[in-house]
Every structure is written in C-alpha cells, then in structure tokens.
C-alpha cells in the first residue's frame, strides 16, 4: 500500500443493527436497512456523541450507515456528506450468506470469493476514504461499516477480526506502535 492512514484522530461509528447482522449474515454492499433496534442504537449513539466538538459527519452511502449518521446529525445539527469509498465491501457470491471461517480466511488474505473485493483493496480503498474525510474540518466522525473498520484496524496496528458492535460510537487516536481506540462513555 502506498496511501498511509493520516495521523489525525476521529471519531468512528459503524451503523446500527440489521436483520441480517442479528442473523450474522453477511451484507456487503446489499443495501440492508436498520431494524427497529438499529434506529434504536443509532438514537443512543447520538446522544453518546454530544458535546464532543464533532465539527464534520462523513458517511457510506448505503442507506444503514447514511440512516445511523442522519440520527447523529439530526442531534448535532450538522449535516452529513457522503462518501462512496466508505462503502462497505463487495463479498460477492457470499453476500447473504452466514459468517463462517470464509469470512476469517478472507480478513486474512488466504480467500477472496468469486466477485468480491480482497481484504488488501478494501484496507487501501478505506485509507484513501479516511484521508478525504479528515481533511474537512475536524473533529470528524465517520460513520460506516464492520469490515471496513477491520481494514482500518490493519492499517492502525490493531487485530484486524474483532467485531465492532453496532452504534458504539470510538474515539480513534494515533500512537506508535498501534492507534487507540476508546469507546465513547
């Protein structure tokens, strides 16, 4: 990878719940909408985040993350821009399908499914997106995807395969040798 992640701290938030995550299915980039416990999340996460000086909402187009970050926005008074390059990541002929060790071996670099993206251009895709984000005016939050947050966790220094629950919103800041992420009380 030639784009490095800019050591500039931002707030991260991965969408609220959908039927397929309570299903552990795997979305991509179907076009999955909150549940009611999602759009549930999605208010408590805003509520997390006020008062913390969040200047600029970036989001993923895809209606999970765009709803959750309106909710946030809709308590903050900003507005959300969106960003494809937070989109979440194309898993191909496993969309829908259960997460099983595929998905392990996929974050791991050993398989990509036919017609999907690999780990390695989702991670550089996700830099390249994290990057415009934090240049508008900071602090930024960002709000998009599970698989896309490993990526980044990659490129932090951080054990890619760990689950981000839905709607918590962290606090992300540059350390060496890994970054740190802190959940918002």
Excluded at 22 to 28: E, I, K, T, V
Excluded at 117 to 143: D, G, H, Q, Y
Aim: glycine residues 6%; charged residues 20%; aromatic residues 8%.
């Amino acid at each position: 990878m030639s784009e490095k992640l800019a050591a500039t701290p931002f707030w991260f938030l991965r969408h609220g719940e959908t039927d397929w995550n309570a299903q552990y299915l795997s979305q991509g980039n179907v076009d999955i909408p909150l549940n009611a416990k999602g759009v549930a999340q999605a208010e408590a996460a805003a509520q997390r985040l006020r008062n913390r000086g969040i200047a600029s909402i970036v989001a993923s187009p895809l209606s999970r993350a765009r709803d959750t970050a309106d909710a946030v926005a809709a308590v903050l008074g900003r507005e959300v821009m969106l960003d494809e390059g937070l989109r979440e990541v194309s898993f191909g002929v496993m969309e829908g399908q259960v997460m099983s060790t595929w998905f392990d071996d996929w974050v791991a670099g050993r398989f990509t499914p036919e017609g999907a993206e690999t780990f390695l251009s989702l991670r550089a895709r996700a830099v390249s997106a994290i990057n415009r984000a934090l240049a508008k005016p900071a602090p930024v939050l960002v709000v998009a995807h599970g698989a896309l947050f490993r990526a980044l966790r990659a490129e932090m220094g951080l054990e890619p395969n760990i689950r981000t629950p839905n709607a918590t919103p962290y606090w992300c800041e540059p350390a060496t040798p890994a970054w740190s992420l802190v959940e918002a009380s």
